[in-house]
């Protein structure tokens, strides 16, 4: 089982990244996929999920209702975050997990995780 996200990088405040999530080695359209991120002496903050089969219900943070949008394309076993309107606050590692049983925002909730993406946010 694997998954990898990438897709992070530095942008200035008020800009735009996209995150991918790439899957492999189990059946990606049976799992929700979450998003997550992790600041430096902080806990790790579920942001968005989405579930599985094609019903596509999203969860989204209060922190992040309105700029981020996550979307995922079982053809290519891969999910997104698009984030916009990006800020200081935001800078962490970002993470993507999957989770068999329920989407939600809780990492407890999730089976698998993959390596993070950093993402920076100069002011």
């Known amino acids: 089982v694997q998954l990898q996200a990438s897709g992070g990088g530095l942008v200035q405040a008020g800009g735009s990244l996209t995150l991918s999530c790439a899957a492999s080695g189990f059946r990606f359209d049976d799992y929700a996929i979450g998003w997550f991120r992790q600041a430096p002496g902080k806990e790790r903050e579920g942001l968005s999920s989405i579930s599985s089969r094609e019903r596509d219900t999203t969860l989204y943070a209060d922190s992040v209702k309105g700029r981020f949008t996550i979307s995922r394309d079982n053809a290519k076993n891969t999910a997104y975050l698009q984030m916009n309107n990006l800020g200081p606050e935001d800078t962490a590692v970002y993470f993507c997990?999957?989770?068999?049983?329920?989407?939600?925002?809780?990492?407890?909730?999730?089976?698998?995780w993959g390596p993070g993406t950093q993402v920076t946010v100069s002011s």
């Open positions: 997990a999957a989770s068999w049983i329920v989407a939600g925002l809780l990492p407890g909730q999730y089976d698998y």
